[in-house]
């Protein structure tokens, strides 16, 4: 009997939706399933790759620019090749697209790969319930994305009340065409509707969902294409007007300076992640750090034994000043003979889970 090929599952949607929470709960609660990663980051500093825990079987990241255009076919394929070797006996590849790429894109350098070990096993788009509106105004193309996916994660209804889960599920509902839509909080959708999915005949183009026909019109990923803190200079598409800033610093932060420069965010900075070195006195652990919107948290935790004490950011926006932003992080750092007293947390603790 052919041995059944290794399914890649892609899991996309926009900045701050819930990917990196939903592969973690993925990773957590799928036991004995063995899972291959790819993590794309939008930024130069791999930050999701360092928020994905330490369970994953075999994980490559690419960081600094969007799969969908910062690799071509070959590329990803070598990054598949090393996932797939049989000596991994992995399960399944879920490959996390960045919060910008294009799933067509990213489906499509999938369907092209060579590999025989592999095939594509479907698109979950993971929705943030509660910036839904927001982000479909600014970007009415996400509607084109929800079409295409096999499942959407219907996230963040904790955020919402009841008027407004039903309204968005009914919305989303309607805008993906019938695919099933599951409500969830913090990515926690049972496994088995990832990775069970009905086995597909190996070899051949019919097991693959979709084709190169049903897939809109895309440029072909180049590496040229890759870029760096900097929007893409070709044809126009989700990520091309949006800019990365990365920032990082073994100074430490001054919690106050860093609360007034959170509070007054400009507005087109939709998305800011990482981890901010405070060294705070009786606050100095890592206090990983999340915008989406207008949304603000902290996770407080342990650095780990060899990891730098140091802020590394990554804040993602559109029309905004990359150079007043920096300039704007550097203002809140402190010396490093200057730590700040545990009073001064405050601000950050009240946004700390
Ligand atoms: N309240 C709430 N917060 C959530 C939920 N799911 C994720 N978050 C938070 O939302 C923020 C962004 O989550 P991520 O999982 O990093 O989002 P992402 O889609 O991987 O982000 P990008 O890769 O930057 O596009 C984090 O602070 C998460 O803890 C949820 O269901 N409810």
Not at 17 to 40: C, D, E, P, Q, Y
């Given at each position: ?43 130069s500093i791999n930050i999701d790759a360092m928020l994905v ?301």
């Open positions: 009997m052919a041995k059944r090929r290794i399914p890649v599952v892609v899991v996309a949607g926009f900045l701050g939706s819930g990917k990196t929470t939903l592969l973690n709960h993925l990773l957590a609660t799928s036991s004995g399933a063995r899972i291959g990663v790819v993590v794309n980051d939008f930024g825990a330490g369970q994953v079987d075999s994980m490559v990241s690419l960081g600094n620019g969007c799969l969908c255009c910062a690799v071509d076919s070959a590329d990803l394929d070598v990054l598949l090749d090393r996932l797939a070797e049989p000596a991994r006996r992995i399960d399944v590849i879920v490959v996390e697209a960045s919060g910008l790429a294009e799933p067509a894109g990213v489906i499509r350098l999938i369907l092209a790969s060579d590999n025989r070990r592999i095939s594509y096993g479907g698109l979950v788009e993971v929705v943030d319930g509660a910036e839904f509106d927001r982000a479909r105004a600014a970007h009415p193309e996400l509607d084109r994305d929800l079409r295409q996916a096999d499942l959407v994660v219907l996230n963040k209804n904790d955020r919402l009340d009841e008027a407004e889960r039903r309204r968005v599920l009914e919305l989303v509902g309607r805008l993906s065409g019938g695919v099933p839509v599951v409500p969830t909080s913090h990515g926690r959708v049972d496994p088995a509707l990832l990775f069970d999915r009905e086995p597909r005949p190996a070899g051949g183009a019919d097991d693959r969902q979709l084709s190169f026909d049903t897939l809109p019109e895309y440029h072909d990923g180049s590496a040229d294409h890759a870029h760096h803190d900097g929007p893409c200079d070709h044809e126009p598409h989700l990520h091309s007007s949006y800019l990365s800033v990365a920032f990082s610093s073994d100074r430490p932060m001054d919690p106050g300076r860093f609360m007034d420069f959170l509070d007054g965010r400009p507005t087109g900075l939709y998305r800011a992640k990482g981890f901010v070195h405070f060294d705070a006195k009786g606050y100095r652990q890592k206090f990983t750090l999340h915008t989406v919107g207008s949304y603000l948290s902290f996770q407080r935790s342990r650095w780990s034994p060899d990891e730098p004490r140091e802020t590394r950011l990554v804040l993602i926006g559109t029309g905004v000043d990359t150079g007043e932003l920096r300039r704007a992080l550097t203002n809140c750092l402190r010396g490093t003979e200057d730590p700040s007293e545990g009073r001064e947390m405050f601000r950050v603790l009240r946004h700390t889970r």
